[in-house]
């Protein structure tokens, strides 16, 4: 923690002198301040890592300071000091949003125990930030996806386009990262540094989605007060994004080619064209092209935005993907909840190579933060809750719609009651593939290229796929509880 910055804000000089003593004592650098205006011009000009602050002071007193202070930056953490009959006043503080209270006169150890504890929470949310941040939006898009040769070819297809100004369609089934491959698109482009704009065309009703795509001018329709910019004006210079562009009704998508072709656009209830430069990038869960041939999605739109398409397969086509993504979001779970768990337990993991998945990468972080919630020391398959879809598999497939040839439904079963066997055939001979090809009655090869086809492979251990800058990790036993740590 040395060199941690402290703000210090009390009316009372002999206060504030003792409270500087004692942080510069610690290793900790104090800046002070007097009131509460003065506290907040320290505060946007020197960013302290804590804020202790008196709860009753002439002028703004803690409260307020501590409210406006939060709106300067959310993560800095407040200490009220407090006088005895302050103390209720404090605890609501606490309920608003400060992180503890020290009333007067206060121990010297009591005080350094709450700075210090406020200060490793800051760092912990910082931690979060940075992890959550490689996981979402803004981290390298390896990272984000993992290992497999998939993972490779989609990153190669957003390098390959990022640089053009090509239209991109991205398909892929709900919760596979269309949204997070579009901003990887966004990032490493010429346009970077200009706004990229999301618009989920299936949450905006549809009397307004013409407004919120070009804008409007003020009396364009009852409740326009004023003249509003829209989507493809606040995107100019940087990139549109359409998620979910099939919702989209017919008569918004003629005006949308329009916009595409002539890169100009007019407000609802205007006659001023204006002019925009904004890259479409549009996605969609749904085969835009079987749309065209059904007639609900016009043919000549598809055209202007199929100039590149980038295919994201779900994750039960890449599994070597699950067991580096599910490290990845303990870790950045462990970091949000302050928790140690270990690791990922075997039988756990082998419930996640056997699942098929059908909320993607998206569902298996939500289940991955469940687990660490709930566990001590490393996470099982009963805080998973894994359980296949109830539907009864030779009627309909994941997406519920005709199965198709009696071959593809046997093929598809098939290769889910193979992988299931193989996993826990492999588990109960201790990780042994010479044994585990003898009790299935296969020969060696035979069992090692099934292995790597299900994303099973081991040798004793199964490992957990590496980054591409990192030394490969591993998920191994942990002593006779059978227990797979990150190692």
Known sequence: MNGGKVLIVDDDAGIVGALAELMRRQGLTPVVASDGDAALECIRREHPDVLLVDFQMPGKNGLEVMQKAKALDEDLPVVLLT????????????????????????????????????????????????????????????????????????????????????????????????EVVARAIHQTSLRSRQPFIPVDCGAIPEPLLESELFGHERGAFTGANQQKPGRFETASGGTLFLDEVSNLPLPSQAKMLRVLQDKVLYHVGGTKPIRVDARVVAASNDDLQRLVDKGSFRRDLYFRLNEFVIHIPPLRQRREDIPYLAKRFMDITNVELSKQVKGIARCALEAMLAYDWPGNVRQLRSVIRRGVLMAEDSVTAEHLALHQPAADPLVTNEQGEDPGALREIVRRHTETIERRVIAQTLCRMGGNKTKTARLLQVDFKTLHSKLKEYGIESNGEISCPRKATEPETKLRPAGSDSAWEAS
């Open 83 to 178: 006088g005895f009959a302050e103390v209720r006043g404090a605890v609501e503080a606490i309920r608003a949003g400060a992180h503890d209270y020290l009333p007067k006169p206060f121990e010297h150890h009591e005080v350094m125990r709450v700075v210090l504890r406020a200060l490793t929470e800051r760092d912990l949310k910082r931690q979060l930030r940075t992890l959550s941040s490689q996981i979402g939006q803004q981290g390298p898009l390896r990272e984000i996806l993992g290992p497999s040769e998939a993972a490779t070819k989609l990153i190669s297809d957003v390098q390959r386009v990022a640089k053009s100004n090509f239209s991109v369609i991205i398909l892929g089934e709900t919760g596979s990262g269309k």
